[in-house]
């Protein structure tokens, strides 16, 4: 008599494992630049569902997603490097920032977001929202900037360069 065979046990994803880029080139010449400082990255996805129940379904209701959206929520720590007196901004936070304080087409902005574990994640265009938050005096400056969806999220896996 044979046994079944158990399942190898189940390991959980640290959810440390986050990065999100923004471009800062073209879309023809994408120059892909991390937001610094991240203590958050929350990607949701949402179905926009329509009930489609009729006679036919023996009195069961019965549901069709025709759209979906998304958003990232993401908040971090304003943050520099170089020294006190001359301090440079992180890069993609100031992009990040210069997007998400202006409006119409020109808040849109090109994200990427994968695990660093194992390179997967998703990309797509989105529609930036900064906003500071102040804080206590023995505090650091947060911020949090949602992204809203605009168009499709599609599936990423992120090649990191080869080196010489």
């Given amino acids: 008599m044979t046994t079944p065979t158990q399942p190898a046990p189940l390991k959980k994803r640290a959810v440390r494992f986050q990065r999100l880029e923004i471009n800062t080139g073209t879309d023809e010449a994408p120059t892909w630049v991390p937001v610094r400082g991240l203590t958050t990255v929350e990607l949701q996805i949402s179905p926009e569902e329509v009930d489609v129940s009729d006679f036919d379904s ?27 007196d001359e301090p440079v901004e992180d890069p993609g936070q100031a992009a990040l920032k210069a997007k998400g304080l202006s409006t119409g087409s020109d808040a849109y902005v090109n994200v990427r977001m994968y695990r660093t574990d194992n390179n997967k994640g998703y990309q797509g265009r989105a529609s930036a929202n900064w906003s500071g938050t102040g804080g206590g005096v023995k505090g650091v400056v947060p911020f949090n900037c949602p992204l809203t969806g605009s168009g499709a999220l599609t599936p990423f896996t992120y090649t990191p360069p080869t080196t010489p």
């Fill in 58 to 84: 023996d009195g069961w209701s019965d549901s069709l997603t025709t759209f979906r959206s998304w958003n990232v929520n993401i908040e971090g720590w304003e943050g520099f490097t170089g020294p006190d």
